[in-house]
């Protein structure tokens, strides 16, 4: 059957990680998920757990020393970042200082920017969907840092990939401006239907979204489930301690 060209023709893909092993200097990591098509997972815990090493190793930055990967069904195991379905947006934005908005969106449909007219047009599309529309020809220097990542995700969307990995993207923002980057993800995986894995740091940004939630420490899930129950008043201990909230205080 022809894969359906529509809007949403970049549908998400389930993600699973069946028995994946990876050494991180002494700190053997395990992990064992299973994220459902057009959903968010939100990744948290303590800094050195594992949270961006999980993030490599699903877009193909880390190779798994053992265990599979699979999106879509697909086992991507083995396979480099570049054939597997996947986008990912970093803290760093990686915007080209001497390129515009509008190539370095471009950059994400074709790396030599000889765009067609179907490429300028997901180029355009995409820009106006993350509300930088008349602003194409802007420098970075320009432009505010949500800005700059509002780029950094239209570049990802007309890569029209199945998953968005988003490795603290919205860390260096401000609280508020920083929910407004976390509504426009929501509004665009309405919209694309694209299966979102976020690493935050902050675990209210799990909240924010309808997101699952998968707490990590010292390198393996220890706790998952719908974001607003991990995170309410019947929260596991083991979140209580990382978000420092005592029994006493509930």
């Known amino acids: 059957m022809a894969k359906p060209s529509g809007p949403h023709a970049s549908d998400g893909a389930s993600i699973r990680l069946d028995a994946v092993g990876f050494d991180f200097g002494d700190m053997a990591m395990h992990f064992?998920?299973?994220?459902?098509?057009?959903?968010?997972?939100?990744?948290?815990?303590?800094?050195?757990?594992?949270?961006?090493?999980?993030?490599?190793?699903?877009?193909?930055?880390?190779?798994?020393?053992?265990?599979?990967?699979?999106?879509?069904?697909?086992?991507?195991?083995?396979?480099p970042p570049a054939r597997r379905p996947v986008s990912m947006v970093f803290q760093d934005n990686n915007l080209f200082a001497h390129l515009d908005v509008a190539a370095n969106v471009g950059l994400g449909r074709k790396p030599d920017l000889k765009l067609n007219n179907?490429?300028?047009?997901?180029?355009?599309?995409?820009?106006?969907?993350?509300?930088?529309?008349?602003?194409?020809?802007?420098?970075?220097?320009?432009?505010?840092?949500?800005?700059?990542?509002?780029?950094a995700i239209a570049r990802a969307l007309v890569r029209n990939r199945?998953?968005?990995?988003?490795?603290?993207?919205?860390?260096?923002?401000?609280?508020?401006?920083?929910?407004?980057?976390?509504?426009?993800?929501?509004?665009?995986?309405?919209?694309?239907?694209?299966?979102i894995v976020?690493?935050?740091?902050?675990?209210?940004?799990?909240?924010?979204?309808?997101?699952?939630?998968?707490?990590?420490?010292?390198?393996?899930?220890?706790?998952?489930g719908p974001a607003k129950e991990l995170l309410s008043d019947k929260r596991p201990s083991l979140l209580r301690k990382y978000l420092g909230v005592k029994d006493s205080d509930l």
């Open 118 to 151: 179907a490429d300028r047009t997901a180029v355009s599309e995409a820009i106006r969907k993350v509300g930088l529309a008349g602003k194409e020809v802007r420098k970075p220097e320009a432009l505010s840092g949500g800005e700059r990542q509002r780029v």
């Open 32 to 79: 064992d998920l299973a994220i459902a098509p057009s959903s968010i997972a939100a990744i948290i815990g303590p800094s050195g757990s594992g949270k961006s090493t999980l993030l490599n190793l699903i877009a193909g930055f880390e190779t798994a020393k053992s265990g599979r990967i699979l999106i879509g069904g697909q086992d991507v195991t083995h396979a």
């Open 198 to 224: 976020m690493v935050t740091h902050h675990p209210e940004d799990a909240l924010r979204l309808p997101s699952t939630l998968f707490y990590l420490e010292h390198g393996k899930i220890v706790a998952s």
């Open 162 to 195: 199945p998953v968005l990995l988003l490795d603290e993207a919205f860390a260096s923002l401000g609280p508020a401006l920083r929910h407004e980057m976390l509504d426009l993800v929501g509004n665009l995986q309405e919209d694309t239907r694209m299966t």
